[in-house]
């Protein structure tokens, strides 16, 4: 089976064409901004905030752990350890996008990580480690 970005051929294809359109941001931003990843990471924050818009999280844990509910909603198929604290993501929805723009696409999903923290309230430290693993990526909270 071909993939794109993640996603079989023969997915919905509302997704494919977001995978394409994707695509496209990524290299605009890639070619276009100055500074890339500062951009990526800034667009991703924005769609973090909106994400969790109105989440409560009462401990920085019920945070870390929002953001692991909403990485599995968007497809990353995370795994993480009992705090929190260090999660594989072990797939990703734009994967053949990242590994041509790894740069934008992880950048936004780092982005997208510390802004769901940052609108929850929590220290939106966090670090992500792209293909870090052979089994995916390393989200460390």
């Known amino acids: 089976m071909t993939y794109l970005s993640g996603a079989p ?16 941001l990524a290299s605009v931003v890639a070619q276009r901004s100055p500074d890339p990843e500062l951009d990526a ?11 969790v818009e109105g989440v409560v999280a009462d401990s920085a844990r019920e945070a870390r752990a929002e953001v692991v509910r909403l990485l ?3 497809g990353f198929d995370p ?6 604290r260090s999660v594989l993501l072990r797939r990703c ?3 053949d996008v990242a590994r ?3 740069g934008v696409v992880c950048q936004v999903h780092l982005g997208l990580v510390r802004g769901a923290l940052q609108e929850m309230g929590h220290d939106p430290d966090a670090e992500l480690h792209p ?5 995916g990526c390393r989200l460390r909270l």
Do not use: C, K, N, T
């Not at 997915?11 to 977001?18: F, G, L, N, S, T």
């Not at 293909?131 to 089994?135: K, N, S």
């Open 41 to 51: 990471r800034v667009a991703g924050a924005e769609w973090g905030r909106g994400m």
């Open 93 to 95: 929805p734009l994967l």
């Open 100 to 102: 041509e723009h790894p």
């Open 9 to 24: 051929q023969d997915a919905d294809p509302r997704i494919r064409d977001y995978a394409y359109l994707a695509a496209a």
């Open 79 to 84: 795994s993480g350890d009992s705090e929190v």
């Open 131 to 135: 293909f870090a693993e052979p089994g």
């Open 72 to 74: 599995d909603v968007l």
